[in-house]
């Protein structure tokens, strides 16, 4: 698959380095924005805040499926108008979006594939993009696990902070796995 990472750090990095081993083809922008117009799927990637201005600076967007693993906290608010990052995302492209790979910890990245098991990874979003979030969770080292549609994105942009509250509690960086019964 051709993709494009807008963000190229912890989280846009560690995943086209990962991708790129699973054998797609990534490209990699900065802040300097560039061209996403040849790519099948587009990570975001970028701080929270930075959204507005990151996809400003990208072109080719128009109908990209497009996967957004930015978190919001400490008080920061989606752009004016929406309820997550991700709707605005899906506002400014009209293509399929889903919010995923916003609440693992980059810096595991490197020893998910050798897990006993996949760690999960929640994702949210359009029915349309399950294909890609799935495959592209799974050639990481995860496995997708839905939280719902595009309406959910809020709700999983919010467990940032439970997230930070349960490393600062004594676990540190931590993977989770939520699986049904029968995989016990
Ligand atoms: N780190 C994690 O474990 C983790 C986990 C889940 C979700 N997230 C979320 O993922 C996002 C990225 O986190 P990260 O840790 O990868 O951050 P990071 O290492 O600081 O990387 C941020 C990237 O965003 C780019 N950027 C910054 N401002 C920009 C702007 N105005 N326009 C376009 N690009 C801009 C930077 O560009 P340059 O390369 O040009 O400097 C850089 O490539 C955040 O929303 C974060 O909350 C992070």
Redesign the pocket.
Known sequence: MNITV???????GGLADLWERAGHQVSRL???GGDASGSEAVLL????V?VE??LS?VTGLEGKTVLD???LYGGARPPAGFSSNAEYVKSVTGGTTAKA???????LFGRVAGARVRPSNLWSGDDEAHGVVSQLSHDAGFEAVRLGDLSMAATQEGL?GTIFAISQSGLGEFVYRMAPPEQL
């Open positions: 807008i963000g190229r750090g912890n989280i846009g900065g802040r300097d990637a970028v701080p929270g930075a201005a990151a600076s693993a930015t978190n790979f916003s609440t693992n910890f980059a810096s940032a």
